[in-house]
């Protein structure tokens, strides 16, 4: 017979399972009709709507895969609690929280596309039209990679326990703003990565799988920092070689 821990835990990978199957569901069912999105006539408001949706499903399925071990762990925590007699607030107020951060982004770059659309530098694939802003974005990614604060966000994103441990907040408030922290972390490693839609086409789900899965690998295997320069040199050299060509 299972035990009350082992449900806990089937019922918790269950429920992050279940978002992430709709949001690639939605994504899969709505990227062949990204071309409403630049219609004719269409107001700013309404592009800005559409595409915010958009992104924030988008976000939701690319960043929850490599935000699961800090939500499993901060589960285990409310679960160990629990059992010496005190109760944490619900792992889905932590990722509430996880998930605003990118929520505000997603707000960001809906607003960012509208404009671009507006201005005839993207396709209705949300891909660039043009070869300079391809080229800036790509080395501007690159870049970034190399940077210091890529590392210090990386680092929390890679060390639950030491996150929780220097960040530790407490009561339904402290799980939410631990995870805008968890989040913040998060975005600063990766808020330029995301840019790279603009240049691949953010509904071409190749590449959108292709970032999830480096994402994945730069927060959670071993050898990050190496991964995340070779990357780096690679997007800089994309870059060069757009421009150049």
Same mark, same amino acid.
């Given at each position: 017979?299972?035990?009350?821990?082992?449900?806990?835990?089937?019922?918790?990978?269950?429920? /992050?399972?279940?978002?992430?199957?709709?949001?690639?569901?939605?994504?899969?069912?709505?990227?062949?009709?990204?071309? &409403?999105?630049?219609?004719?006539?269409?107001?700013?408001?309404?592009?800005?709507?559409?595409?915010?949706?958009?992104?924030?499903?988008?976000?939701?399925?690319?960043? &929850?895969?490599?935000?699961?071990?800090?939500?499993?762990?901060?589960?285990?925590?409310?679960?160990?609690?629990?059992?010496?007699?005190?109760?944490?607030?619900?792992?889905?107020?932590?990722?509430? $929280?996880?998930?605003?951060?990118?929520?505000?982004?997603?707000?960001?770059?809906?607003?960012?596309?509208?404009?671009?659309?507006?201005?005839?530098?993207?396709?209705?694939?949300?891909?660039?039209?043009?070869?300079?802003?391809?080229?800036?974005?790509?080395?501007?990614?690159?870049?970034?990679?190399?940077?210091?604060?890529?590392?210090? @966000?990386?680092?929390?994103?890679?060390?639950?326990?030491?996150?929780?441990?220097?960040?530790?907040?407490?009561?339904?408030? $402290?799980?939410?703003?631990?995870?805008?922290?968890?989040?913040?972390? @998060?975005?600063? @490693? @990766?808020?330029? &990565?995301?840019?790279? /839609?603009?240049?691949?086409?953010?509904?071409?789900?190749?590449?959108?799988?292709? &970032?999830?899965?480096?994402?994945?690998?730069?927060?959670?295997?071993?050898?990050?920092?190496?991964?995340?320069?070779?990357?780096?040199?690679?997007?800089?050299?994309?870059?060069?070689?757009?421009?150049?060509?």
């Amino acid at each position: 017979m299972m035990s009350v821990a082992a449900r806990e835990r089937v019922v918790t990978g269950t429920g /992050l399972a279940l978002v992430l199957a709709l949001a690639w569901g939605y994504l899969w069912s709505s990227a062949e009709s990204m071309e &409403l999105m630049t219609m004719p006539g269409m107001d700013l408001p309404s592009a800005v709507a559409l595409a915010f949706i958009m992104w924030t499903v988008m976000m939701a399925g690319m960043m &929850l895969p490599s935000a699961a071990p800090a939500i499993v762990f901060y589960d285990t925590m409310v679960r160990k609690n629990r059992e010496r007699g005190s109760v944490l607030a619900p792992v889905w107020i932590f990722v509430a $929280g996880y998930l605003a951060v990118w929520t505000g982004f997603s707000l960001v770059v809906a607003i960012v596309q509208a404009l671009l659309q507006e201005r005839m530098l993207l396709t209705p694939m949300i891909e660039s039209a043009s070869a300079p802003l391809s080229a800036g974005v790509l080395v501007a990614a690159g870049l970034y990679q190399w940077l210091p604060v890529k590392n210090v @966000c990386l680092r929390a994103c890679r060390h639950p326990f030491e996150f929780f441990a220097t960040r530790w907040r407490a009561g339904a408030s $402290g799980a939410f703003r631990m995870g805008l922290a968890h989040g913040s972390y @998060c975005l600063g @490693c @990766c808020w330029v &990565l995301m840019l790279v /839609l603009f240049v691949t086409g953010a509904m071409d789900l190749l590449w959108v799988a292709i &970032l999830t899965a480096f994402v994945f690998v730069e927060k959670l295997l071993p050898a990050a920092a190496y991964t995340s320069r070779i990357a780096g040199l690679a997007l800089i050299g994309w870059g060069v070689w757009l421009l150049a060509s």
